[in-house]
């Protein structure tokens, strides 16, 4: 069957089914962001049976970067919950509070760069179907804790890593340099990467590798790996705060905080459009005031905008503050603004969209490389894409094609398990090349040595 050289391709492929199994058992236990609890304890468990080091908790999360943090009961319900399922406490324990996340890492015993991989490891909150239509509720792993589901293949993303994760591990005689692995919370509210990058774990990456199932590659053996068009996104939290009084008696008293967000509202969805890309705004939750005869004291919104450029994206950001900030003086308010999420409009680094292609071309698993693929949503592992090329490094994000049941975030929502495999083999393919650069990389540094000592004087 195989088309190539890579004799690693066959023994990935010999645990293929374990990692099928891995997919299901953590499909059976989502939990949406900072409560995954679950999946942390799996992966850190497996990634040090391997030998990874394991870096958790407040070592790889800055607890102030997150948004949306959820109650305390919740945490901790979530919590027990995974232990219940199995998890072994000291493999989570340091993610308790909401700090989950993993990053494993192994030192291979040749020289090479350090190569990173992301995968994302949230479910959402969301009901999955129990119809037995459903491929995971007719074969018996449809979510057990219901109203979370894995219902964006994040599961599959972190078997997929596992699944290469275990293929270093095997191969660590042969390894070049250094593979760190980034098993990322909270993908969903586009606020996890930002909270790793802030702790520095992406800093000595060269090489950053990443990417999804489906979305807009659909079947299984495709691959795109020239994805463009990430939207740049912020989303807010807003609160207006003025002063309450008698509906009748004082009203002139009051600062009514709800007409202030009213006035933000019509306005922020009246920001211009800008004559060089796509660009969204929307304020998607607004509450404000308590009962009949009182002149509402606070409002709060939940506004996102986005742009298809990081400048086109500031626009947006700059208008929509000129409106937050006009509507507080119009009615006399205090206004409060705090990001609660951040996704940039990153680019994959052009080598490593030729390297892939020409790598996913000679694999076996590959049917179709697709050409230039436009995502049209936002990604939070543009943040650390970003941080990687901003330090010199190269990153790629690419989709791993898979027909999706439903659809995305739909409760009927599957996909064809051999991406799993299929993606693993792509990455580990990729890891071979870069490794190889990276000693190329090495090795005209040595050079450059030598012809500048040949000018010493003797
Ligand atoms: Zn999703
Ligand atoms: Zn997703």
Same mark, same amino acid.
């Given at each position: 069957m195989s088309t190539t050289n890579h004799g690693w391709e066959k023994t990935i492929a010999t645990h293929y089914n374990e990692?099928?199994?891995?997919?299901?058992?953590?499909?059976?236990?989502?939990?949406?962001?900072?409560?995954?609890?679950?999946?942390?304890?799996?992966?850190?468990?497996?990634?040090?049976?391997?030998?990874?080091?394991?870096?958790?908790?407040?070592?790889?999360?800055?607890?102030?970067?997150?948004?949306?943090?959820?109650?305390?009961?919740?945490?901790?319900?979530?919590?027990?919950?995974?232990?219940?399922?199995?998890?072994?406490?000291?493999?989570?324990?340091?993610?308790?509070?909401?700090?989950?996340?993993?990053v494993g890492i192994l030192r291979g015993a040749l020289?090479?760069?350090?190569?990173?991989?992301?995968?994302?490891?949230?479910?959402?909150?969301?009901?999955?179907?129990?119809?037995?239509?459903?491929?995971?509720?007719?074969e018996g792993f449809v979510s057990q804790n219901r109203g979370y589901a894995h219902m964006c293949g994040h599961d599959v993303h972190t078997a997929m890593g596992l699944l290469l994760a275990r293929h270093f591990a095997e191969n660590r005689q042969t390894l070049k340099g250094t593979v760190k692995f980034l098993f990322q919370?909270?993908?969903?509210?586009?606020?996890?990467? =930002?909270?790793?990058? *802030?702790?520095?774990?992406?800093?000595?990456?060269?090489?950053? &590798?990443?990417?999804? #199932?489906?979305?807009? !590659?659909?079947?299984?053996?495709?691959?795109?790996?020239n994805v463009v068009d990430f939207m740049a996104l912020s989303r807010f939290e807003v609160t207006y705060r003025g002063r309450s009084s008698h509906a009748a008696l004082r009203p002139e008293d009051g600062r009514n905080a709800l007409l202030g967000a009213c006035a933000a509202v019509t306005n922020l969805h009246a920001i211009s459009r800008h004559s060089d890309g796509a660009s969204r705004v929307n304020v998607g939750f607004m509450q404000a005031g308590t009962t009949w005869n009182l002149i509402p004291e606070e409002a709060c919104?939940?506004?996102?905008?986005?742009?298809?450029?990081?400048?086109?994206?500031?626009?947006?950001? =700059?208008?929509?503050? *000129?409106?937050?900030?006009?509507?507080?003086?119009?009615?006399? &308010?205090?206004?409060? #603004?705090?990001?609660? !999420?951040?996704?940039?409009?990153?680019?994959?680094?052009?080598?490593l969209i030729e390297l892939g292609t020409s790598v996913a071309g000679k694999l076996a698993s590959t049917a179709d490389v697709l050409d230039e693929t436009a995502y049209n949503a936002s990604e939070d592992v543009t943040v650390m894409m970003e941080r990687v090329q901003s330090k010199g490094g190269k990153a790629l994000f690419?989709?791993?094609?898979?027909?999706?049941?439903?659809?995305?975030?739909?409760?009927?929502?599957?996909?064809?398990?051999?991406?799993?495999?299929?993606?693993?083999?792509?990455?580990?393919?990729?890891?071979?090349?870069?490794?190889?650069a990276g000693q190329a990389q090495?090795?005209?540094?040595?050079?450059?040595?030598?012809?500048?000592?040949?000018?010493?004087?003797?």
């Open positions: 990692a099928v199994e891995w997919r299901r058992q953590l499909h059976r236990n989502p939990q949406p962001g900072w409560l995954e609890f679950y999946s942390t304890g799996f992966v850190a468990e497996k990634l040090a049976e391997w030998g990874y080091e394991l870096l958790l908790g407040e070592h790889i999360i800055a607890a102030d970067k997150r948004a949306n943090v959820p109650d305390f009961q919740t945490l901790e319900a979530e919590y027990d919950r995974a232990i219940k399922s199995g998890i072994k406490e000291q493999f989570v324990a340091p993610a308790r509070g909401g700090l989950t996340g993993v020289p090479g760069p350090v190569v990173g991989f992301r995968f994302d490891i949230d479910g959402t909150a969301a009901m999955e179907s129990d119809d037995p239509s459903h491929r995971p509720a007719a919370p909270n993908q969903e509210e586009l606020n996890g990467a =930002e909270a790793m990058v *802030e702790k520095k774990t992406v800093d000595d990456v060269e090489f950053l &590798l990443s990417g999804h #199932v489906g979305i807009n !590659a659909m079947q299984v053996g495709q691959i795109a790996t919104l939940r506004m996102e905008t986005r742009g298809v450029t990081n400048g086109i994206h500031a626009f947006m950001v =700059e208008k929509a503050r *000129e409106v937050l900030e006009g509507a507080a003086r119009m009615y006399g &308010l205090e206004l409060e #603004v705090k990001r609660a !999420a951040t996704a940039l409009s990153a680019q994959s680094s052009p080598e690419v989709l791993f094609g898979t027909p999706v049941g439903g659809g995305h975030h739909s409760a009927t929502f599957d996909v064809d398990e051999r991406v799993i495999l299929n993606g693993a083999q792509f990455l580990a393919a990729m890891h071979e090349e870069v490794a190889q090495v090795s005209r540094g040595v050079c450059l040595c030598r012809k500048e000592s040949r000018n010493l004087p003797a």
